[in-house]
């Protein structure tokens, strides 16, 4: 009964070159493809083939003779690069949303986290001759901390700093993380604190709005996220029966499973999908399909914690700036306009939902009761 | 039984999917000749801007019609046979017949009556089909493009093109931006803030001809002073009127707008109307032409349709938009000019686009609305002192309670407290 539809201008098609570049970039166009493609191939060089960017890598000599006393490896240059873009996009980002203080605070945090912790900290470690060690990650992001050759490593090192980094990294882990999340949900993490969360607001801003919105993608979400957890989860206590087994514990499988968890998640997934497919996936993929520390963060935010989107009553036009913004792939929009809060184990509380909407209807709160 | 709705802008889309829920075994027709699915009109200008795609305009996933059964017919209504309960549409299309019929046929935009109006490159921006005309009229960009009508649509074009950097000049027949609903100050504080934009104001004109060129292309209007100003472009935003045309001279009971009682129902049995299209029976007041009173009211005519008697109250007025990158929210009633029992507490920020205005009656000090620039007011602690009647003191003192811009903002409200701690020592 339906007739075809007939709408035959396109609206807001891109005229000059550089509109058509950034139109192109932004939608899955020819340039994003290229993007793509380089992004993929630079990790899959920086994880198995570091002697095609041996030039590449020689350039950052300098800088790691000064801040390390030692030359360059594909760990510096990654690093370098990865913090030279988050600091660049970083000003651009600040720049576009300078009006708004939460996201000036939140990406000053980031920037912060990223630049110190997790990059001019692990250097001077490395200076002093110490375990390398990142504060900001933890179990179970980093699934190598708490397993048992590394705990090992870590009781043995000279003047104690392993036993110290030991017991920041559980704090964080079981009490720090359980409260910080209760207070403010995951957001204190995802999008004041995490690297992956630093270079996705940043360099992957203008990727946002290409997450997936559709019902069957948040499915897809609930049952890899999950999963992932519960590997690492299971990839730990494994490692742990073996090693107090004396290694008799189903033979060399758990190291097979700790190097299949080494390739599959953490470098196929987190790095060559979660960022090289910035340009096609948009810039969360590796955050909200993936990442264990936010499945973690999901469950305690879906259940213990006081954080919300309030919706501001019946003042939604549903324009569906919000949904389209959206770098998790809520639909918030199905929300707002049914004056409903939105609570969902994905939300990093980043704020650009909120941001964005012509009516300020949306609002992050961290408040329990209804006002 | 066989629901026909007509129009399936916000009202008439709500009331769809309301009856849904409601009735699981009710057949329902939703048409519209506007398009093929329920978008957001209010969103029309952020496609032009680019912000957001023609796709995502969709409120629902493509499949949610299918999936909730509602049957969608993208044809243009001719005639409606009120007796036999038959709509038709052009002769190649076989009539529908309904058993209940709710008419949202929504609004559209009102025409300056003057020489001229037909003229080429002269717009409204009301509909998907204006867009597409407004989109095709700039890709090469206008000169002097033109905008008529100082209000809310009006505002909406100037940014669409501002955006795209054609110059354009507003034409307002007030003394300020919007001075027929912002009481002056504000009005002058955000005129003045887009005029430092860059956007002309032109204040106290209205067009009496629109002047073209052998082609049929507008070239310049005419003002009542009797100024000609030459424009190649003009958008002509001076509000809307009921979308009913094609019901004169039918059995329906038509004023400015369709006549319904509180319960939606027209003259005519199993008719129901609601939205823009609608004047409420017995009153004097306009219509409504308001997103959100068109969605509540779809909400409610879908419930009287199923036969379940809920009564129209409005609600406690409350509005918001945007002009440029403020944002305006007002609830209760303030009016552009106080009445004679009415008082107003106002501050402003020194030089940027912020201010509160609480109104209150001078007798009983009862609070009884407030007008926000670039502030964010919780609306449900707005609506609870004007429902509980709160005086103007109490809505002060509690003031913080109704704060809603994001957190780490300032606290504009203190301010506001210091003006009324200075006026009430």
Redesign the interface.
């Known amino acids: ?12 098609l891109p ?1 000059s070159f550089s509109q058509k570049f950034v139109h192109s970039l932004q939608h899955r166009g020819i340039v994003a493809w290229l993007l793509a493609v380089v992004l993929s191939a630079f990790y899959t060089c920086i994880y198995w083939f570091p002697h095609y960017l041996q030039g590449f890598i020689a350039w950052f000599n300098p800088l790691s003779e000064y801040l390390r006393h030692r030359p360059a490896d594909n760990w510096f240059l990654y690093g370098s690069l990865y913090t030279l873009a988050v600091l660049v996009f970083g000003v651009r980002f600040l720049i576009k949303y300078r ?4 996201q000036i ?1 939140r990406t000053l945090s980031l920037l912060f986290f990223q630049l110190i912790f997790a990059y001019l900290l692990p250097a001077f470690m490395a200076l002093m001759a110490q375990p390398e060690f990142y504060f900001t990650y933890f179990f179970p992001l980093d699934s190598y901390v708490l397993r048992p050759e590394n705990v090992a490593n870590l009781l043995h090192t000279p003047h104690g700093t392993g036993i110290f980094f030991l017991a920041i990294s559980v704090f964080l882990s079981f009490i720090a993380t359980p409260v910080l999340t209760y207070f403010f949900g995951k957001r204190w993490y995802c999008s004041w604190v995490c690297g992956c969360g630093a270079l996705a607001e940043t360099a992957g801003d203008s990727f946002r709005h290409l997450s997936d919105k ?2 069957r993608a948040w499915k897809i979400e609930r049952w890899t996220v999950y999963s992932v957890l519960v590997l690492v989860i299971l990839l730990t206590l494994i490692l742990w029966i073996n090693s107090l087994s004396g290694g008799s514990f189903l033979g060399d499988f758990s190291s097979q499973f700790a190097r299949a968890y080494g390739f599959f998640i953490t470098a196929m997934f987190s790095g060559v999908v979660g960022v090289g497919f910035y340009p096609l996936l948009g810039s969360r993929v590796w955050c909200r399909f993936g990442c264990p520390m936010a499945a973690y963060l999901g469950i305690l935010q879906k259940y213990f914690s006081r954080f919300k989107i309030s919706t ?4 939604c ?5 919000c ?2 913004n959206c770098e998790m792939g809520i639909d918030v ?1 199905a929300y707002a ?1 049914q004056q409903q809060d939105i609570v969902r184990a994905s939300c990093v509380g980043c ?1 650009i939902c ?3 909407c ?3 209807v949306l ?2 709160e961290n408040i329990s009761s ?2 | 039984m066989h629901v026909a709705i007509i129009g399936n802008g916000v009202s008439g889309s709500t009331a769809a999917i309301y009856l849904r829920k409601t009735n699981p075994s009710l057949q329902i027709t939703l048409i519209s000749d506007e398009s093929p699915y329920f978008f957001a009109r209010t969103a029309l200008m952020y496609v032009y801007m680019r912000q957001l795609s023609q796709q995502s305009l969709q409120v629902y996933p493509p499949d949610f019609w299918d999936k909730q059964a509602i049957s969608r017919l993208h044809d243009s209504v001719r005639t409606i046979d009120f007796s036999a309960k038959k709509i038709f549409f052009q002769p190649t299309q076989a009539p529908l017949f309904y058993d209940k019929l709710l008419l949202a046929t929504g609004a559209t935009p009102r025409k300056i009556n003057c020489d001229g109006n037909n003229l080429n490159n002269i717009f409204h921006f009301y509909s998907l089909q204006d867009l597409e005309k407004i989109e095709k009229s700039t890709q090469t960009p206008p000169q002097n493009a033109i905008i008529i009508g100082g209000g809310l649509i009006g505002i909406e074009v100037a940014e669409m093109l501002y955006q795209r950097n054609i110059p354009v000049t507003v034409l307002v027949r007030e003394e300020a931006f919007w001075a027929n609903v912002l009481p002056p100050q504000t009005a002058l504080l955000v005129q003045k803030y887009l005029q430092q934009k860059g956007i002309p104001f032109k204040n106290q004109t209205e067009v009496s001809a629109f002047l073209g060129d052998k082609e049929g292309k507008i070239r310049a209007l005419i003002t009542q002073k009797g100024e000609e100003i030459s424009c190649d472009w003009a958008c002509v935003c001076i509000g809307v009127r009921p979308n009913i045309d094609f019901l004169r001279n039918t059995p329906l009971h038509c004023d400015k707008g369709i006549v319904v009682n509180d319960f939606f129902q027209t003259n005519i049995p199993d008719v129901y109307a609601a939205g823009d299209c609608v004047q409420f029976f017995g009153t004097n007041k306009k219509t409504e032409s308001l997103w959100y009173s068109a969605k509540l009211q779809g909400e409610l005519a879908a419930d009287n349709i199923a036969a379940k008697a809920r009564k129209y109250a409005p609600p406690i007025w409350f509005n918001s938009a945007k002009f440029f990158d403020i944002s305006y929210q007002t609830y209760g009633s303030v009016n552009a000019k106080l009445a004679p029992n009415e008082k107003e507490i106002y501050w402003q920020h020194a030089h940027k686009p912020l201010s509160i205005q609480l109104v209150y009656q001078e007798n009983n000090r009862q609070f009884l609305g407030v007008n926000l620039i670039g502030i964010r007011g919780r609306q449900a602690v707005y609506e609870q002192f004007l429902r509980e009647k709160q005086t103007i003191d109490y809505v002060l003192k509690n003031l913080l309670l109704a704060h809603y811009d994001s957190e780490f903002s300032p606290q504009w409200e203190r301010e506001m407290q210091s003006v009324y701690m200075q006026q009430n020592p």
């Open positions: 009964m339906t007739k075809p539809e007939n709408n035959t201008v396109n609206i807001a005229q009006h708004s203080r939460y605070f559709s019902l501001n009553a019946a003042q036009i549903s324009c569906g700036l949904s389209h929009r306009q704020g909120a941001e964005v012509p009516r300020g609002r992050l209804s006002k």
